[in-house]
């Protein structure tokens, strides 16, 4: 069956534009991440949500990075005016049950370059 | 200090050899413990669950120590194809709502033939 898919894969702005990254999850998965890769790091934890509730988002480096979920599924990762520091390779994951701890599948992110 | 740490590595081991990763976290109330895999340009995968009791899948065998919050990853007769990078995994204990995972920098392993 299909997996996480990602869109753009690539994504390359200019400092001080706003971008957009796109999540679809696996169909019916309630819990959705957003995770933030730098190089040569481990994927770090940005943002949670349960069907559209945003639960937890205390890994959100600004207030230039905003997500939402706004029908339980697709979910938009948002940062207004990019800095250098944000480029990065952005992954979402999803998994099948809320409060469980069910494997996260992720996509294949999207790689960010700011310049 | 980060919450979980790993070896960098690189480890350059030859084809059959033995390896093994270690890594350790700092949430002794941490809940569950994974290693991922991570390929080159590619998205982590789950490549076991690890457990108190210890684990084996196949060459993998994984092993957790909570008194020494220490976990390892223990792979025999290394094939050019597990060449990746190995994320050490662990999800706090759930205070809240979330299920966020805590991953290590990761240990680059590159197997020679």
């Known amino acids: 069956g299909a997996g996480v898919s990602q869109s753009p894969r690539y994504k390359v702005a200019k400092r001080g534009q706003d971008v957009a990254l796109r999540c679809d999850p696996i169909s019916g998965h309630v819990s959705l991440f957003w995770y933030q890769q730098a190089l040569g790091q481990g994927p770090e934890f940005l943002t949670y949500f349960q069907n559209e509730a945003q639960l937890d988002k205390s890994g959100l480096p600004s207030d230039r990075f905003f997500a939402e979920r706004p029908e339980g599924s697709v979910s938009t990762l948002k940062i207004q005016r990019t800095q250098q520091e944000d480029s990065a390779v952005y992954l979402c994951?999803?998994?099948?049950?809320?409060?469980?701890?069910?494997?996260?599948?992720f996509g294949p992110g999207t790689r960010l370059t700011v310049t | 200090r980060k919450e979980v740490e790993q070896d960098p590595g690189p480890f350059n081991v030859p084809e059959g050899a033995t390896v093994a990763f270690n890594c350790t976290y700092s949430?002794?109330?941490?809940?569950?413990f994974f290693w991922y895999r991570q390929d080159c340009r590619k998205e982590p995968k789950l490549l076991m669950s690890?457990?108190?009791s210890g684990n084996e899948d196949g060459r993998f065998t994984a092993q957790l120590n909570r008194a020494s919050q220490y976990i390892s990853l223990l792979i025999r007769d290394s094939k050019l194809s597990d060449s990746a990078t190995y994320l050490c995994?662990?999800?706090?204990?759930?205070?809240?709502?979330?299920?966020?995972?805590?991953f290590g920098t990761g240990t680059l392993l590159a197997v020679q033939p």
């Open positions: 949430n002794s109330a941490s809940q569950s």
């Open positions: 690890v457990y108190s």
């Open positions: 994951a999803s998994s099948a049950i809320a409060g469980v701890s069910y494997e996260q599948y």
């Open positions: 995994v662990v999800k706090p204990v759930g205070g809240g709502a979330t299920n966020k995972l805590i």
